[in-house]
């Protein structure tokens, strides 16, 4: 498994903004784009945004910019491409729809502290 610096330093960051049942999965063996795959959810489109705003600044803060945002405004999906690590902020609802632990479920489960 590789460094989980960038993905614990992320992680921090969106409990910090009181993401919701947030899952992290190391997708290395299976991903050819990233490492690490991280699930959140907000409570709403204004949570989705400034979780997203916080993020970024405070990971600029520490000189790592994300290669793309997605989904930034009003959007209810906002997703933040940080090379080896991807981060998928819902709100509930298109959590549930787009249900992508379906996809990484079979992948390893990285515990987030404060998460079952």
């Not at 690490?36 to 520490?62: L, R």
């Not at 945002?69 to 981060?87: A, H, N």
């Not at 489960?109 to 404060?114: D, F, H, L, Q, T």
Request: charged letters at 30%.
């Amino acid at each position: 498994m590789k460094d989980r610096t960038m993905v614990d330093m992320i992680l921090n960051e969106l409990i910090e903004r009181k993401t919701e049942d947030i899952v992290c999965y190391y997708v290395g063996p299976e991903s050819s784009i990233s490492e690490y795959v991280v699930i959140g959810t907000a409570t709403s489109t204004p949570h989705v945004n400034a979780i997203a705003e916080y993020t970024i600044d405070n990971m600029k803060a520490k000189e790592i910019r994300p290669f793309a945002v997605e989904g930034k405004g009003d959007s209810r999906w906002v997703c933040l491409d940080f090379g080896e690590v991807i981060v998928h902020l819902m709100c509930k609802t298109e959590r549930d729809y787009y249900n992508l632990e379906a996809i990484w479920g079979g992948c390893e489960k990285i515990e987030v502290p404060g998460q079952d």
